[in-house]
């Protein structure tokens, strides 16, 4: 496992291009121990698909940028809104957003289970394994099921330092995290900010989704107390951290 500081971004390199050089060094390493493990998790296989997935700023700016390359990114942006608002409810969880079956924005449409960005996808869905039978991870299974998650924590870990350096540099905040197509849309709002009639665009389909600082204060945030994930003294230091 991989064991630093982290590295962090430079003028001379972009923010992307770190996080897919962190990726590259880190997805040998997952795939050893999955290898190793005989992890159940095949393509195709995508009950993962429908959790509540949180990332953190730099994975929005690799996703976002890989989209305003994709000439068809405006018409997605209605589906990203739409999956947004699905992420903003009191109470947010993993358990209560599971049971809404409802699939990442970025699950291929085309039937076949695959991810839309799997290339550049998060760590939380890079370095997620498990070694349980592929059914006990459905929607359909009993709430008390357990499955056998392998653990890459230490992966995630890397990428999460990298990320606080990116967060400290661009937005003053050592604290930035938030479900997909929210820190995506964000992402895209931050890298367009040039381009005034893309940004204008973007923004109209921004109207009334929260920024990923005031999602984890209005819901992230109180979710992990009201779940005993956190306290409520954990929660304040956290909302600190968010200004």
Request: charged fraction near 25%.
């Amino acid at each position: 496992m991989p064991d630093s500081t982290g590295p962090t971004p430079s003028s001379e390199r972009s923010v992307t291009e770190v996080l897919k050089d962190i990726f590259s060094k880190l997805d040998p390493i997952a795939k050893d121990h999955a290898e190793r493990a005989q992890v159940s998790c095949k393509k195709g296989c995508n009950h993962c698909c429908k959790l509540l997935t949180t990332i953190m700023v730099s994975e929005g700016l690799l996703i976002a940028e890989a989209l305003l390359k994709d000439g068809t990114w405006r018409s997605f942006l209605p589906e990203l809104k739409e999956s947004a608002l699905a992420h903003c409810f009191e109470g947010i969880c993993n358990a209560t957003y599971f049971d809404k079956r409802r699939p990442c924005v970025f699950l291929s449409k085309k039937g076949q289970g695959v991810c839309d960005i799997y290339s550049i996808r998060p760590s939380c869905c890079r370095y997620h394994y498990v070694t349980s039978e592929p059914e006990k991870c459905s929607p359909e299974a009993p709430r008390d099921t357990q499955t056998a998650a392998l653990d890459l924590m230490p992966l995630d870990k890397e990428v999460w330092m990298f990320d606080n350096h990116v967060s400290r540099e661009l937005f003053n905040t050592p604290l930035m995290s938030a479900p997909i197509p929210v820190m995506v849309l964000f992402c895209m709002d931050y890298m367009t900010q040039d381009d005034i009639t893309c940004n204008r665009e973007i923004k109209k389909w921004m109207e009334g989704v929260p920024t990923p600082i005031e999602w984890m204060k209005k819901y992230g945030i109180p979710s992990l107390v009201l779940n005993k994930e956190i306290s409520a003294e954990e929660a304040e230091v956290m909302i600190g951290l968010t200004k």
